[in-house]
């Protein structure tokens, strides 16, 4: 008896399907750095125009000055709307790869304790098959003495 051939090919196509599901996961992250990077941006930026908008208001000015200034404030904050949607879509990615790496690693574990399974019942059986070779040489040269 010989272990059998579909166990390491099944254990090698589950670690494949772990580092599959790590690659997924870190570009995942990736995305969602780069989501929070461009969103902190946008905050910034809104902070920025807001402070300028009311230096504006607080000095001489012209109607038309501060209109600009409201509606580009308008439009950072449609942005910002847009932001947290993809941030928000990031992270369930993530935690989408998240799920798939946990469930490739226990399939991993399992391809892996098959494996064992079978190599330990190859071991057994050659243990037992050369105890009964050592049980009949014994069983022989003992009929040889007698």
């Known amino acids: 008896m010989k272990p059998r051939e579909c166990w390491p090919v099944l254990a090698k196509k589950a670690e494949e399907g772990v580092e599959e599901a790590r690659e997924?996961?870190?570009?995942?992250k990736k995305k969602l750095e780069q989501v929070e990077l461009s969103r902190n941006k946008i905050i910034d930026m809104m902070n920025e125009y807001k402070v300028k908008s009311n230096e504006i208001q607080s000095r001489l000015h012209c109607m038309n000055?501060?209109?600009?200034y409201r509606h580009f404030i308008i439009q950072l904050q449609n942005l910002l709307k847009q932001a947290d949607f993809q941030v928000?879509?990031?992270v369930a990615e993530v935690n989408n790869a998240k799920e798939s790496l946990m469930k490739a690693e226990l399939k991993k574990m399992k391809m892996q304790a098959l494996l064992e399974q079978d190599l330990k019942?190859?071991?057994n059986w050659a243990r037992r098959l050369e105890q009964k070779q050592m049980d009949a040489l014994g069983v022989t040269l003992y009929n040889l003495k007698t």
């Open 24 to 28: 997924v996961l870190v570009g995942a």
């Open 65 to 68: 000055e501060t209109t600009s």
């Open 88 to 90: 928000a879509h990031a």
């Open 121 to 123: 019942a190859v071991s």
